[in-house]
């Protein structure tokens, strides 16, 4: 199964791999994101095939410097799966976490991996070879990981803009128990760095009303169109 909505352009993306019963309400909150003028590119997929070479369409269609993407599948040491590790079949729908990497050829900005313990994906990944250009955002225990979503959504919307340091005050904020199981890090040539939390941050209003108020995201007409990376100390929003 595959759904789409979205143009493929778009900066933003959050890519869906499940096939249990966690699919369709992720889907639902997907689809919730990307009610606004300026849409994000989702996609739901339950077959491996499929779910990769969505991702490296859509990877080959943005400006790898602004690009924000968020993936929620089940993860762990091997990599992520659209169904549990325990299930007879799931290592036909295995990716690897190479193969996630080698399916990102140009690389994001941002990425979010939601699953259980995605931290694993730095065993795997040198820093400066990985998919990831300037921020990763990773779990490290086994959770109900869809409220993060609607946290992403915050992330990318360009109503409230925040630095690379608060990110993690802001999660605290909107999903207090889930942040204590994820981390953010930056990659160094010596290994990826975790970001320090700006705790003066947490008592800011963040995610607000964002079904009701959907976050304006950027699209780009014909890859780059423009769009340039925050510098240092600058905002992490996709721009116009």
């Not at 919730?32 to 269609?61: D, F, M, Q, V, Y």
């Not at 050829?105 to 795997?124: A, D, H, I, N, T």
């Not at 964002?210 to 600058?234: D, I, Q």
Request: with cysteine.
């Amino acid at each position: 199964m595959c759904k789409v909505v979205g143009d493929s352009d778009c900066q933003a993306a959050v890519f869906v791999y499940k096939n249990d019963c966690s699919g369709p309400s992720a889907w639902t909150d997907v689809k919730a994101i990307n009610a606004s003028p300026r849409s994000i590119r989702g996609e739901w997929h339950t077959r491996k095939s499929h779910l990769l070479s969505g991702l490296r369409k859509w990877n080959e269609s943005v400006d790898p410097e602004n690009a924000f993407l968020c993936v929620y599948a089940h993860m762990g040491e091997s990599g992520l799966n659209c169904v549990r590790p325990v299930t007879p079949s799931a290592v036909t729908w295995e990716v690897t976490w190479q193969e996630l990497a080698d399916e990102l050829p140009r690389g994001v900005q941002y990425l979010w991996l939601l699953g259980c313990e995605s931290q694993e994906c730095m065993k795997s990944w040198s820093p400066l070879g990985s998919p990831v250009r300037h921020r990763l955002l990773v779990t490290t225990e086994s959770k109900y990981w869809q409220p993060l979503l609607k946290v992403f959504a915050a992330e990318i919307s360009l109503e409230q803009i925040a630095f690379d340091d608060q990110m993690s005050a802001k999660i605290a904020q909107a999903e207090p128990e889930l942040s204590k199981h994820t981390r953010y890090f930056r990659p160094q040539p010596t290994g990826f760095v975790a970001d320090q939390r700006r705790a003066s941050c947490v008592g800011d209003s963040y995610l607000g009303d964002w079904v009701s108020s959907p976050p304006r995201l950027v699209r780009t007409t014909g890859g780059a169109g423009g769009v340039t990376a925050p510098a240092a100390g600058e905002s992490r929003r996709p721009r116009t």
